[in-house]
């Protein structure tokens, strides 16, 4: 099987892959919608493809709003377009849950200024503003008072559009359900992961994590099949929760409606999601697989686990956490060393690169 990557540099990690046979450079999705979907239908159609798989975030809207021109060439790794909002839009996700039972910390969903003041005499604090379409923890905004609350929402609403307001919920922990269903919204895959370290410490990305089966993880894969089924899911998604400090319950943080960034880890323990989804898309289902290996670890060590080092408390258990190179980790490998190249090339290239620089040193 051919593989090819694409990227707006040429400089993507992931295309000096061993695995990889060509490499494509397309015009930014995010700043060229218009020629990035050009070139996109160009290139398939002067090229015979099976599937697309639509990793980057800039990607996504992209290519699910001209799913009826792409699908004529190709088939795409997403659900069909109304399906796919469901969790892409979290306050679209949000609805969906809290109409199913499905836990959740207390939402407001404000549609002008004059909600959101309204809101903010009448909430608990601390809360936390959040975009209701973005990746990651942009736009998200912690605020302790009615005022911060205010100018919270101001800005996220200018810079993301709608936000959704909801209760802090203090930290217990973190559990991600990563899942695989078919078209009639029936399991085929499932890992359970538990995030042990993060950048930023308060809550980011996962830098450490590993896979795990207990009472909790059992609980959280259900409540994550429930909602998944209520939104008539089909493909891979990821289903986060936090660990309620209170009480020790779980709550539903998002849905994200494609590729993790851990996903390295599911493929240790046992689960290859990609290729489960490429034969997915060619036979029209796959054997369930019946189970994954728990107690595996991986890591982000460039440049997740070295930021987290960085901003942690610096203590000896840290140092030696730090400092454990046995782990395997999601880029760094001798079998396959092309990608590590690639991001130390990447790393070049975004060294000036202000906008970039704000989203790696986020706090």
Not at 55 to 61: E, F, H, I, P, S
Not at 62 to 86: G, N, V, W
Not at 120 to 147: L, M, N, Q, T
Not at 217 to 233: C, F, G, N, P, V
Request: proline share 7%; net charge negative; glycine share 6%.
């Amino acid at each position: 099987m051919d593989v090819t990557a694409g990227e707006e540099t040429r400089y993507a990690t992931g295309a000096f892959s061993r695995y990889c046979n060509r490499r494509l450079v397309y015009p930014s999705p995010k700043r060229k919608e218009e020629q990035f979907i050009e070139y996109l239908l160009e290139t398939l159609r002067s090229t015979e493809t099976d599937a697309i798989f639509p990793v980057a975030d800039a990607c996504l809207k992209p290519i699910i709003d001209h799913e009826e021109e792409i699908s004529r060439y190709t088939q795409i790794a997403l659900p069909p377009r109304d399906i796919f909002m469901k969790g892409y839009d979290k306050g679209v996700t949000l609805r969906i849950a809290l109409d199913n039972g499905i836990p959740c910390p207390r939402t407001f969903f404000p549609e002008n200024p004059d909600d959101a003041a309204r809101i903010a005499g009448e909430i608990d604090y601390p809360v936390v503003v959040k975009p209701r379409v973005s990746s990651g923890r942009r736009g998200v905004r912690v605020c302790r008072d009615p005022e911060t609350l205010i100018q919270a929402y101001a800005a996220s609403a200018s810079e993301f559009g709608p936000v959704v307001i909801q209760e802090f919920i203090p930290y217990g922990g973190e559990l991600g359900v990563y899942t695989l269903l078919n078209e009639r919204s029936e399991l085929r895959a499932v890992t359970v992961q538990r995030r042990i370290r993060s950048y930023p410490i308060s809550g980011g990305a996962s830098t450490l994590r590993e896979t795990i089966k207990d009472e909790r993880s059992q609980a959280a894969t259900e409540i994550a099949l429930h909602l998944l089924k209520a939104m008539r899911w089909s493909g891979v998604a990821m289903v986060e929760f936090r660990i309620d400090a209170r009480d020790g319950s779980l709550k539903l943080m998002e849905v994200n409606p494609r590729f993790w960034g851990s996903l390295h880890l599911s493929i240790l323990s046992g689960v290859d999601f990609p290729y489960l989804l490429y034969q997915m898309l060619r036979d029209g289902d796959v054997e369930p697989v019946p189970d994954y290996q728990e107690g595996v670890e991986c890591r982000w060590l460039l440049p997740g686990d070295i930021l987290w080092y960085l901003s942690a408390p610096k203590t000896w258990q840290n140092l030696k956490e730090f400092l454990r190179f046995n782990t395997p980790d999601d880029i760094l490998s001798l079998h396959d060393p092309g990608p590590t190249l690639g991001f130390v090339l990447a790393t070049a290239r975004y060294a000036l690169d202000s906008e970039m620089w704000r989203f790696v040193l986020r706090r």
